[in-house]
């Protein structure tokens, strides 16, 4: 406590002095009198009084050198006296100070806003209840063996004959219709069980969760609103709760808001949570894929032995219904590697890019103030020889070190503040959607941890290079006018090595970015067999309520078509049900008629499309011919391969 | 820059906050003299390294200065025990009691056997 109140006031000493310094000269000064006045009682001659006096005091400077350094911190004292000078000396050499200040900033600012990016993806902890312990729950299929869909029998049976999980929950990443005043408008969404948000251990933020049994066809319609459309489609209002809306036909009352840092990107872009309500056909039928599933493991339970279960049970679903379960197994993953499993190795790359850039940067630096230390070699050895320490030089070295730094780290900070906002803006919104993780990039603490050690690694680099370099060469020959040639040695010395590093690091960055353009030209030029210019896509949703059977259907389509066909500036139009290129795993078992099968099993991706598909999208018909439009659910199957 | 050793400042503390308990406010002169006549003049004392010391204490709020005039009207320094420091003098002295107690009895010919 006394320690602590001491310590304050030398360190406020170090902002106020001349008033005390006269006051110390003025007591010493008292003091002498008061000796001198007693001398001279006691019969001394004024002049032995004096020296008397003089003489039991001991050495007046250093007393008031004791007292000055008692008074604040000798250290900090002579540390603020260099960076004072180091300041002066920056001053007089702006262009190499704004260089290297820039070149650092610039290191600093790259790698902290990737830094951000990597944080927000990989080292922020899930926004969920002990994440480590939530794994993502697929089937395995041949096409897909890793992240393949569950039906919404085979969830059930999984959910109720495992004994890994405590919890099984599924979601369906789904668009809705959403009726308001203006007319229909399409509206993101997500159909999970009644328990997935307990699984994941998340509350709403206001209203509640769905209840067990919510998400069965009897029980009335409910949905969470995520909490940015709380605030955009009903002004954060809270009696949003109660409220009723209509999604594909079906009045729906929104009975919770989600938490504001709630986000779950694979079923995301997502404004309404629905309870699943599995009723249609598709919902109900065992080959019907549709359901991506999340379980928390049970106590002591390891991802290994889960998948040991889940595999069991799906060996036995597949004898019992050869029909539709046919080479159908199971797979988990963490949570995370579903969440962010493809995004890992972009960032990785970035990051150790920005990084690869922040090493250049450095290194510029270095070799810029070796350059400089070279310059002012007679300056220190004069210093040195006037009685200077060791120490006291090299802490010179260490506070210009400091000093480049704090203005480097303070640009760079500010510059990737900024930096971070506008390479969130360059993510396509729909990319970012399935993103939502990176919605909220900031600053945080181990970003700040980030950057200081950052600072802390440049200044080490920056205060070493410079005095290892003097500390290595003689200080003397300095002082000798012709003592080129020794401090050019030294300097060949170092300087090629930084220049290695340099070249190295530039080499590595610029092969990459190199063959990274080679990919991308490689992409934009690859033979996709159709021409993708001039081609438009529109995705068309109608509720299911009022479309029920095939021929509803059909018809609505062929209307929908020939409307589209009819706009001005249409030369063609075609449907699909998957657009060109990719598929959402759509897939169809054959056998080769004519052939003999022995039992093997055929699953291929497949897509329905209208007959107009192939001409719209300028696919080259190698043989046979295109589908005709009389072809319609009376004439018998055909296909194209 | 090392500072003398524990022992030496702590008991030239103590000396000082003594002083002021007997005497009241008294300048850095005054405190030197004292504590060379109550030593028997055994003890050399350098004035300059009170200085210091007095500092030190009053960083430490242990006593306070005022600038004053002396008896014989020059002006001095004048320095104060705070309530703080009176405490401080209280548990020093005790504390310094206890150890050259221990030591006394240590030193002593029978050598602790009593």
């Given at each position: 406590?006394?320690?602590?109140?001491?310590?304050?006031?030398?360190?406020g000493?170090l902002?106020?002095?001349?008033?005390?310094?006269?006051?110390?000269?003025?007591?010493?000064?008292?003091?002498?009198?008061?000796?001198?006045?007693?001398n001279?009682?006691a019969?001394?001659?004024?002049?032995?009084?004096?020296?008397?006096?003089?003489?039991?005091?001991?050495?007046?400077e250093p007393l008031?050198?004791?007292?000055?350094?008692?008074?604040?911190v000798?250290?900090?004292?002579?540390?603020?006296?260099?960076?004072?000078?180091?300041l002066?000396?920056?001053?007089?050499?702006?262009?190499f100070?704004?260089?290297?200040?820039?070149?650092?900033?610039?290191?600093?600012?790259?790698?902290?806003?990737?830094?951000?990016?990597?944080?927000?993806?990989?080292l922020?902890?899930?926004?969920?209840?002990?994440?480590?312990?939530?794994?993502?729950?697929?089937?395995?299929?041949?096409t897909d063996?890793?992240t393949?869909?569950?039906s919404?029998?085979?969830y059930?049976d999984?959910?109720k004959?495992?004994?890994?999980?405590?919890?099984?929950?599924?979601?369906?990443?789904?668009?809705?219709?959403?009726?308001?005043?203006?007319?229909?408008?399409?509206?993101?969404?997500?159909?999970?069980?009644?328990?997935?948000?307990?699984?994941?251990?998340?509350?709403?933020?206001?209203?509640r969760?769905?209840?067990p049994?919510?998400?069965?066809?009897?029980?009335?319609?409910?949905?969470?609103?995520?909490?940015?459309?709380?605030?955009?489609?009903?002004?954060?209002?809270?009696?949003?709760l109660?409220k009723?809306?209509?999604?594909?036909g079906?009045?729906?009352?929104?009975?919770?808001?989600?938490h504001?840092?709630?986000?779950?990107p694979?079923a995301?872009?997502?404004?309404?949570?629905?309870?699943?309500?599995?009723?249609?056909?598709?919902?109900?039928?065992r080959?019907?894929?549709?359901?991506?599933?999340v379980?928390?493991?049970?106590e002591?339970?390891?991802?290994?032995?889960?998948?040991?279960d889940?595999?069991?049970?799906?060996?036995?679903?597949?004898?019992?219904?050869?029909?539709?379960n046919r080479?159908?197994?199971?797979?988990?993953?963490?949570?995370?590697?579903?969440?962010?499993?493809n995004?890992?190795?972009?960032?990785?790359?970035?990051?150790?890019?920005?990084?690869?850039?922040?090493i250049?940067?450095?290194?510029?630096v270095?070799?810029?103030?070796l350059?400089?230390?070279?310059?002012?070699?007679?300056?220190?050895?004069?210093r040195?020889?006037l009685?200077a320490?060791?120490?006291?030089?090299l802490?010179?070295?260490?506070a210009e070190g400091?000093?480049?730094?704090?203005?480097?780290?303070?640009?760079?900070v500010?510059?990737?503040?900024?930096?971070?906002?506008?390479?969130?803006?360059?993510i396509?919104a729909?990319a970012?959607?399935?993103m939502?993780?990176?919605?909220?990039?900031?600053?945080?603490?181990r970003?700040?941890?980030?950057?200081?050690?950052?600072?802390?690694?440049?200044?080490?680099?920056?205060?070493l290079?410079?005095?290892?370099?003097?500390?290595?060469?003689?200080?003397?020959?300095?002082?000798t006018?012709g003592?080129?040639?020794?401090?050019?040695?030294?300097?060949?010395h170092?300087g090629s090595?930084l220049?290695?590093?340099?070249?190295?690091?530039?080499?590595?960055?610029?092969?990459?970015?190199?063959?990274?353009?080679?990919?991308?030209?490689?992409?934009?030029r690859?033979?996709?067999?159709?021409?993708?210019?001039?081609?438009l896509?529109?995705?068309?949703?109608?509720?299911?309520?009022?479309?029920?059977?095939?021929?509803q259907?059909a018809?609505?389509?062929?209307?929908?078509?020939?409307?589209?066909?009819?706009?001005p500036?249409?030369?063609?139009?075609?449907?699909?049900?998957?657009?060109?290129?990719s598929?959402?795993?759509?897939?169809?078992?054959?056998?080769?008629?004519g052939?003999p099968w022995?039992?093997?099993?055929?699953?291929?991706?497949?897509?329905?499309?209208?007959?107009?598909?192939?001409?719209?999208?300028?696919?080259?018909?190698?043989?046979?011919?295109y589908?005709?439009?009389?072809?319609?659910?009376?004439?018998?199957?055909?296909?194209?391969? | 820059?090392?500072?003398?050793?524990?022992?030496w400042?702590?008991?030239?503390?103590?000396?000082?906050?003594?002083?002021?308990?007997?005497?009241g406010?008294?300048?850095?002169?005054?405190?030197a003299?004292?504590?060379?006549?109550t030593?028997?003049?055994?003890?050399?004392l350098?004035?300059?390294?009170?200085?210091?010391a007095?500092?030190?204490?009053?960083?430490?709020g242990?006593?306070?200065?005022?600038?004053?005039?002396?008896?014989?009207?020059?002006?001095?320094?004048?320095?104060?025990?705070?309530r703080?420091g009176?405490?401080?003098l209280?548990r020093?002295?005790?504390?310094?009691?206890?150890?050259?107690?221990?030591l006394a009895?240590?030193?002593?010919?029978?050598?602790?056997?009593?």
């Amino acid at each position: 406590m006394k320690t602590l109140r001491a310590w304050f006031l030398r360190i406020g000493g170090l902002f106020s002095k001349a008033g005390r310094e006269s006051d110390l000269s003025d007591e010493i000064e008292s003091h002498l009198q008061l000796h001198i006045d007693d001398n001279l009682r006691a019969g001394m001659s004024p002049d032995l009084a004096r020296r008397n006096a003089l003489l039991k005091l001991g050495g007046i400077e250093p007393l008031k050198e004791a007292c000055r350094d008692r008074r604040s911190v000798p250290f900090i004292q002579n540390l603020l006296r260099d960076v004072r000078f180091a300041l002066r000396q920056l001053q007089k050499n702006p262009g190499f100070t704004a260089t290297a200040i820039l070149m650092l900033a610039l290191g600093m600012c790259a790698s902290i806003a990737i830094f951000a990016f990597v944080d927000a993806a990989l080292l922020k902890p899930l926004p969920y209840r002990d994440p480590a312990r939530l794994l993502g729950v697929f089937e395995s299929t041949p096409t897909d063996r890793q992240t393949s869909d569950l039906s919404y029998p085979d969830y059930l049976d999984w959910k109720k004959l495992n004994s890994a999980f405590s919890s099984l929950d599924a979601y369906q990443h789904s668009a809705f219709g959403l009726s308001t005043s203006s007319g229909a408008e399409k509206a993101s969404g997500a159909r999970v069980t009644d328990g997935f948000f307990r699984t994941l251990g998340v509350t709403p933020v206001i209203g509640r969760d769905f209840h067990p049994g919510e998400d069965l066809p009897g029980a009335p319609r409910t949905a969470l609103l995520s909490y940015a459309t709380w605030q955009q489609r009903y002004g954060s209002k809270p009696d949003v709760l109660g409220k009723t809306v209509t999604l594909n036909g079906e009045p729906t009352v929104i009975i919770g808001v989600l938490h504001r840092e709630f986000h779950f990107p694979p079923a995301e872009p997502a404004e309404f949570w629905t309870a699943l309500h599995a009723a249609s056909e598709c919902d109900l039928r065992r080959s019907c894929h549709f359901l991506y599933s999340v379980g928390r493991l049970k106590e002591g339970v390891s991802m290994q032995a889960a998948l040991a279960d889940l595999q069991s049970i799906a060996s036995r679903l597949e004898k019992l219904y050869p029909g539709s379960n046919r080479d159908q197994g199971a797979n988990v993953m963490p949570l995370s590697e579903v969440i962010v499993g493809n995004i890992r190795p972009i960032l990785l790359v970035l990051l150790s890019g920005a990084v690869l850039l922040l090493i250049i940067a450095a290194v510029n630096v270095a070799s810029l103030l070796l350059v400089r230390s070279e310059s002012r070699r007679r300056e220190i050895a004069v210093r040195h020889a006037l009685g200077a320490s060791t120490a006291r030089l090299l802490s010179q070295f260490v506070a210009e070190g400091l000093v480049l730094v704090a203005a480097g780290s303070a640009l760079g900070v500010a510059a990737a503040s900024v930096v971070m906002k506008l390479l969130v803006k360059l993510i396509p919104a729909d990319a970012l959607a399935s993103m939502s993780y990176l919605a909220h990039i900031g600053w945080n603490m181990r970003m700040w941890i980030f950057a200081g050690l950052l600072a802390l690694l440049a200044s080490v680099l920056f205060s070493l290079t410079p005095a290892v370099h003097l500390s290595r060469s003689e200080i003397q020959p300095g002082l000798t006018e012709g003592s080129r040639s020794s401090t050019g040695n030294a300097w060949r010395h170092l300087g090629s090595k930084l220049i290695v590093i340099e070249l190295a690091t530039a080499m590595v960055l610029l092969v990459g970015a190199g063959l990274l353009g080679k990919s991308l030209y490689h992409l934009l030029r690859v033979e996709v067999g159709f021409a993708a210019d001039r081609l438009l896509m529109l995705q068309v949703a109608a509720p299911r309520s009022s479309y029920a059977n095939g021929a509803q259907a059909a018809a609505f389509v062929r209307r929908v078509l020939d409307r589209i066909a009819g706009l001005p500036g249409v030369q063609s139009v075609g449907l699909t049900t998957d657009i060109p290129v990719s598929h959402w795993g759509d897939t169809t078992w054959f056998r080769v008629v004519g052939r003999p099968w022995h039992g093997e099993h055929n699953d291929t991706p497949e897509r329905d499309v209208s007959p107009g598909y192939f001409t719209t999208i300028g696919a080259k018909l190698l043989r046979g011919r295109y589908f005709l439009e009389k072809e319609d659910a009376s004439k018998p199957r055909v296909a194209i391969v | 820059m090392p500072e003398k050793t524990d022992v030496w400042q702590g008991t030239l503390a103590l000396m000082v906050l003594k002083t002021l308990d007997t005497l009241g406010p008294l300048h850095g002169y005054g405190i030197a003299r004292r504590i060379e006549q109550t030593s028997g003049n055994l003890l050399s004392l350098n004035y300059g390294t009170l200085y210091p010391a007095l500092l030190k204490l009053e960083q430490e709020g242990s006593i306070s200065s005022e600038w004053g005039s002396s008896e014989n009207n020059r002006k001095a320094k004048f320095y104060k025990l705070t309530r703080a420091g009176r405490k401080q003098l209280e548990r020093e002295a005790q504390n310094w009691e206890q150890t050259t107690a221990i030591l006394a009895r240590f030193l002593s010919p029978s050598g602790g056997a009593a």
